[in-house]
Each structure stands twice: as structure tokens, then as C-alpha cells.
């Protein structure tokens, strides 16, 4: 790092997630000053193939002017208002209206926050404060599933079920128990179909149920198609059989579409892709294409009926924030949804999610390559040692961070590591093209050919 770069600068006072903090401060991080449709460039002017949309998120791309002039309008008319004690923003009221016809859902409410973290956190409390409307104190539990990622708030990282994100933070929360991950291969029994699999996940849940006491749990909380924890996509009939026990025991299925909403899985909504009837939904992400910082709480009515209730006898719904319905994240969201169907990316990414899955068929047959699952536009890649036998990589070999790196330094293609195997994900803004489909994955054939050859040598 040159004395006096951008990055010593950085490391000086900035602290970052998601990094070894010290290796961090030694090395420095990489400064990303512009972006435009799929590329963003560093400060020397290198471009990047972002294939994983910075965080799962930027759907329209870098760059849309469109965005950026519904940004600046709106900052020029009423740069902030809040929505609490009785005031209220057109913005808001207009992207309520929106997303409430647009969910698969009767008559929602919608309660807006800034990130998939603060919305989730926020829903547990509507949760709870739900059941203690409806009398029914005692039905607090909510049941989250093992490497579901469901955000960094301490509410919000007591439902993510990824160790790494406990460890150290005296979390999770006593209220939030966790099942198995629904990912068939790393949980499969010898022997196991993936049907079998998904029956038997469906069976823990209930007794992890009975075993809480039914009246005690409140909710339960997945991704359609997990993300971060692996992009995992449920064999059936796992969700139907998950719904059939939640309906019996009375509990919520609280959908985190913070990833999969907006297209993401080749239908708007995951619930959509997997067969799910949420009682509420959390979408962030997508929502603004990441140019602001927003997420709503979708609930259906009876929940937010309940909660009127309560509020009623309680005085006032004692919550809110400074930023809730922020004016300006509010016009840029419908700007989003308006530039969404105007340019039918929706038919945009069934039609292109077909080279993407053609692709990720094809690195499948990679010898390094154990698995591949996708879903829509958002993909994983499981390298194994031998795909044979089952057998992972030694961890300690790091293959998937290697290839990652290795994509990013020698063929300038971003992609993310997952905690869970050795896997490396894709989730490139929506807007791509078949070209650029196969440029992504030529880069990252490259990075897995590189390293394919590197252990070959390493074994010698
Ligand atoms: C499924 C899911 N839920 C919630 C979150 C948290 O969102 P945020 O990072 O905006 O707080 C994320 C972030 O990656 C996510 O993937």
C-alpha cells in the first residue's frame, strides 16, 4: 500500500466486515470509484465482471441514470419527512400502494426500514408484540434454520444460523431455535433420496415443535432459495410438507425475499419459484437496486389487524424510526419497479436464466466441480476432491477462496466465497446479457482450470 493511497487512508479508520481485521489493515482493500451496467472499475480504471451483484443486490446495474435523476428530483422536492406521529410522504404512501399489489398476498400493510437486517429485526418485534395483542403471551419462539442468513442486528443474527456469525457475539437470542439446512448435499444420510431427505427435515421441524411446545413457537423463518448460507434450493416436498406442520401448530411463515424478491429466482417473488404462502414477507436488496438503502415488512392483514389491536389497548404502536418511508429511497424503489416492467426484466431473466443454468450444467461436469445449484439468476458451485465418492476438500486447502480469488486477480471476475464447502456463488445484476453470461462463467472456467491444475501439481 503507497503511503497516503485511498487504501492506507482506509485502513487508518475504517473498519470493515467480513474481513480477517488485522490481514485486513495489512493489505488493504481494494477501491471500487465507478460502475456501469455489469463492470465496476477500480481507481487505476480495471474494469470487473461483477457476478455477484455486489451483495446479491444492484439488479439494474451500475450506472442507471434513470435512478439517479429519480433521486435527485425527489431530494429537490423533499429531500427528508418522516412517517411516525401522524405525518406521511407521498413516496411512501406510492410504493405501499405498489408493493401491496404486487405481493402474493390480500390486502397487506407495509411498514418500511433501510436494510434486510433492521426489517427483520422489526418483524420479530411485530411478532412477538402480535401475539401479546392476541393474548397469546406465551407464543414467542422462532424457529430459523441452519446457514439461513437473515441479517447483522442482534435480533437479526440470532435468526442467521451460520456459527461464524455467533461466535464471539454472545448470540443467538434464547427466543430463536434452529433446524437443519434443507442443502441434500451436505445433509444427506447414505442412502437418502432427496425426497426421503425432505421428508425427514419436515419430520425434525415438527418434533423440534413438539418438543418446544407448539404454543410457545410464534414463527418460523427461511429464504425460498437460501443465499449466503449456500444457495440452497429445497428438494420437494419440503416446502409443502414445512407448511402443512406450520398451518397444524398455528405458527408463521415469515418469508426473507431480501435476495430472492425482484426476480431474483426467475419469478418475482421466491415464494413464487418454491410454492410458499408467507404470512409475511421482508424484501430489501433488489427493492432499489441497492442505489438507496431500503427494506419493507410486508404482513398480511390479520397479522397487522391483530397488532391494531393491541395498539389500541396499549395507547399508541410505541416504534419507529427516523428514516421509516424515507422520501427520497421510497421514489427511487418505484423508479426501480417502474424501469422493472417497463424493460420486462422479468421476461429478461427467465429468457437469460437459461444460459446461466446452461453454463452452470456445463462446469458441473468440471472434475473439481461436485455440485451445482441455481436457481432463476442466482447460482452456487460446490467444488469436491472427488464427486465420486462425496468427498470434500480438505478445508484447510481453502480450493473455493482460491478459486475466488484467483476469478478477481487474473480474469477481473467478482464472484463470493460461501461459508458453507467449498462453493463460490454468482448472483450478477439482472440486466445481463447472454454474452456477458458466457463471459462470466468463461472467466471463472479459467480461475477453476488454474486451480484444478495447481492441486494436480501440489499432489505430485
Ligand atoms: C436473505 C437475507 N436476509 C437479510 C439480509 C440482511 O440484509 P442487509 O445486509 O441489508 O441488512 C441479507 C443480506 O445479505 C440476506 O441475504
Known sequence: MLKNSAAARDVRHLVHGYVELKAHREKGPSVITAGEGIFVHDENGKPFLEGAGGMW??????????????????????????????????????????????????????????????????????????????????????ISRINGYHGATVGATSLTGIQVNHRAFDLPLPQVL????????????????????????????????????????????????T?????????????????EILAKYDILFLDDEVINGFWRTGNLWGAETMGIQPATMTLAKGLTSAYQPLSA???????????????HGLG??????????????????????????????????????QRFAARMDRIAEHPLVGEVRYAGLMGAVE???????????????????????RAEEAYQLIIRGLPV???????????????????????????????????AREAA
Open 57 to 142: 443486490c444492484t439488479s439494474l446495474g451500475f450506472g442507471e441514470s434513470e435512478l439517479v435523476d429519480a433521486a435527485v428530483e425527489q431530494m429537490r422536492k423533499l429531500p427528508y419527512y418522516h412517517t411516525v406521529a401522524y405525518k406521511t410522504v407521498n413516496p411512501a404512501i406510492d410504493l405501499a400502494e405498489k408493493l401491496s399489489a404486487m405481493v402474493p398476498m390480500d390486502d397487506p400493510m407495509i411498514y418500511f426500514a433501510l436494510s434486510g437486517s433492521e426489517a427483520n429485526d422489526f418483524l420479530m418485534k411485530f411478532v412477538w408484540y402480535y401475539n401479546n395483542a392476541i393474548g397469546r403471551p406465551q407464543k414467542k419462539k422462532i
Open 421 to 455: 464447502g467449498d462453493a463460490c456463488a454468482f448472483a450478477p445484476p439482472l440486466i445481463i446479457s447472454e454474452s456477458e453470461v458466457d463471459d462470466m462463467f468463461d472467466r471463472f472456467e479459467k480461475a477453476v482450470d488454474d486451480i484444478a491444475g495447481e492441486l
Open 297 to 311: 415488512i410486508v404482513m398480511n392483514r390479520e397479522m397487522y389487524e391483530g397488532m391494531e389491536s393491541g395498539s
Open 227 to 243: 443465499g449466503a448460507g449456500g444457495v440452497v434450493v429445497p428438494p420437494e416436498p419440503y416446502y409443502a410438507r414445512v407448511q
Open 383 to 405: 467444488l469436491m476432491a472427488d464427486k465420486a465418492s462425496g468427498r470434500f476438500f480438505d478445508p484447510s486447502l481453502g480450493v473455493g477462496k482460491r478459486i475466488k480469488e
Open 178 to 225: 434452529h433446524v437443519a439446512d434443507p442443502n441434500y448435499l451436505h445433509g444427506a444420510q447414505p442412502g437418502e433420496t432427496r425426497s426421503e431427505f425432505a421428508e425427514r427435515l419436515a419430520r425434525e421441524l415438527e418434533e423440534t415443535i413438539i418438543a418446544a411446545g407448539p404454543e410457545t413457537v410464534a414463527a418460523f423463518i427461511a429464504e425460498p432459495v
Open 316 to 353: 399508541y404502536f410505541a416504534h419507529g424510526t427516523t428514516y421509516s418511508g424515507h422520501p427520497v429511497a421510497c421514489a427511487v424503489a418505484l423508479k426501480v419497479l417502474e424501469l422493472m416492467e417497463r424493460r420486462d426484466i422479468g421476461g429478461h431473466v427467465k429468457k437469460v436464466s
